[in-house]
């Protein structure tokens, strides 16, 4: 990330983890510069994490890089007012979900360089999953300066369209909450064949995080790992062909999908 400055707009939770990934990875404090309505978030941020925090205008008028990390209903606002501040050849990110590329471009300028991405809550502790598309004003070197950021919380991964951001949203920005169901739907079973529910809960947790570990530490599909750890004729087996007769993979897919559609929606 070398030298680059980069400036935040917006220190809410979004902000705050990649603020502190980019702590963690190694990025001075003072090469950060944040702005937020709550003096108190950014008071906290300044003394936790050793950044500079500022006015709108301040911090992006110094800035190599402006993050948009307020809410989508706020953009608007914050795009027209930030644009007579911003710098020539910055790199802006945005990571308002449901903001498109034509609608930041025509509140900053359409001469920008503009990445758009789509990261999820996981990084808040550093294992966000992200989508990212860059306008056709992004240099290579922006392009991998905005990879850099977004990998500081996580994965990240380049789109091949600004469409595909609907997909990403479906999978991995709602995704953590489709864990969370499940992890809720076995505790629930946990209890109903009778273990106590801090035992389901402490069970459910620590098996959501082994599979998950291993999934993501292994050489092999998830399918490959599902089959080596059920022998025929089994209990896992018999859970399987009981999901599967419920048409486990076509009630996820449907939930994606709507989720996609949802996402086209609210882009508008
Ligand atoms: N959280 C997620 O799971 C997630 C996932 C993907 C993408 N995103 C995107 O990330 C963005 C931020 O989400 P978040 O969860 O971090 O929201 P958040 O916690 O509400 O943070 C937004 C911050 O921006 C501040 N703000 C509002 N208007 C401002 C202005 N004019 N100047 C400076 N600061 C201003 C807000 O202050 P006040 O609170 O005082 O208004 C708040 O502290 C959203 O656009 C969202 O779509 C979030």
């Given at each position: 990330?070398?030298?680059s400055?980069?400036?935040f707009?917006?220190?809410?939770?979004?902000?705050?983890?990649?603020?502190?990934?980019?702590?963690?990875?190694?990025?001075p404090?003072?090469q950060?510069?944040a702005?937020?309505?709550?003096v108190?978030?950014?008071?906290?941020?300044?003394?936790?994490?050793?950044?500079r925090?500022?006015?709108m205008?301040?911090?992006a008028?110094?800035?190599?890089?402006?993050?948009?990390a307020?809410?989508?209903?706020?953009?608007?606002?914050?795009?027209?007012?930030?644009r007579?501040?911003?710098?020539?050849?910055?790199?802006?990110?945005?990571?308002?979900?449901?903001?498109p590329?034509?609608?930041?471009?025509?509140?900053?300028?359409?001469e920008?360089a503009?990445?758009?991405?789509?990261?999820?809550?996981?990084?808040?502790v550093?294992?966000g999953?992200?989508g990212?598309?860059?306008?056709?004003?992004?240099t290579?070197?922006?392009?991998?300066?905005?990879?850099?950021?977004?990998?500081?919380?996580?994965?990240s991964?380049?789109?091949?369209?600004?469409?595909?951001?609907?997909?990403?949203?479906a999978?991995?920005?709602?995704?953590?909450?489709y864990?969370?169901?499940?992890?809720?739907?076995?505790?629930?079973?946990g209890?109903?064949?009778?273990?106590?529910p801090?035992?389901?809960?402490?069970?459910?947790?620590?098996?959501?995080?082994?599979?998950?570990?291993?999934a993501?530490g292994?050489?092999?599909?998830?399918?490959?790992?599902?089959?080596?750890?059920?022998?025929p004729?089994?209990?896992t087996?018999?859970?399987i062909?009981?999901?599967e007769?419920?048409?486990?993979?076509a009630?996820?897919?449907?939930?994606?999908?709507?989720?996609?559609?949802?996402s086209?929606?609210?882009t508008?």
């Amino acid at each position: 990330m070398n030298n680059s400055r980069i400036a935040f707009i917006g220190a809410g939770n979004m902000a705050n983890s990649l603020i502190r990934g980019l702590i963690a990875k190694g990025v001075p404090g003072p090469q950060i510069a944040a702005c937020d309505l709550d003096v108190v978030k950014l008071e906290q941020l300044q003394t936790e994490c050793g950044i500079r925090t500022g006015t709108m205008a301040e911090v992006a008028a110094e800035a190599d890089v402006v993050l948009l990390a307020v809410k989508p209903q706020g953009m608007a606002g914050v795009c027209k007012a930030l644009r007579p501040s911003l710098k020539q050849g910055v790199l802006i990110i945005s990571i308002a979900a449901g903001i498109p590329l034509r609608s930041l471009e025509a509140w900053l300028g359409s001469e920008r360089a503009i990445v758009r991405c789509m990261p999820n809550t996981p990084a808040l502790v550093l294992e966000g999953a992200t989508g990212l598309f860059a306008n056709a004003n992004t240099t290579a070197a922006q392009s991998a300066l905005a990879e850099a950021i977004l990998s500081a919380v996580g994965t990240s991964a380049w789109l091949a369209s600004e469409d595909a951001i609907n997909a990403v949203t479906a999978l991995s920005g709602s995704g953590p909450a489709y864990f969370f169901l499940l992890m809720e739907a076995m505790e629930q079973a946990g209890v109903a064949m009778g273990l106590a529910p801090a035992l389901a809960r402490q069970l459910t947790l620590q098996t959501a995080l082994g599979a998950a570990k291993l999934a993501a530490g292994s050489d092999v599909a998830p399918d490959e790992l599902r089959r080596r750890v059920t022998s025929p004729g089994g209990t896992t087996e018999a859970a399987i062909r009981s999901f599967e007769g419920a048409d486990f993979r076509a009630v996820v897919e449907q939930a994606l999908f709507a989720a996609q559609k949802r996402s086209v929606e609210l882009t508008g």
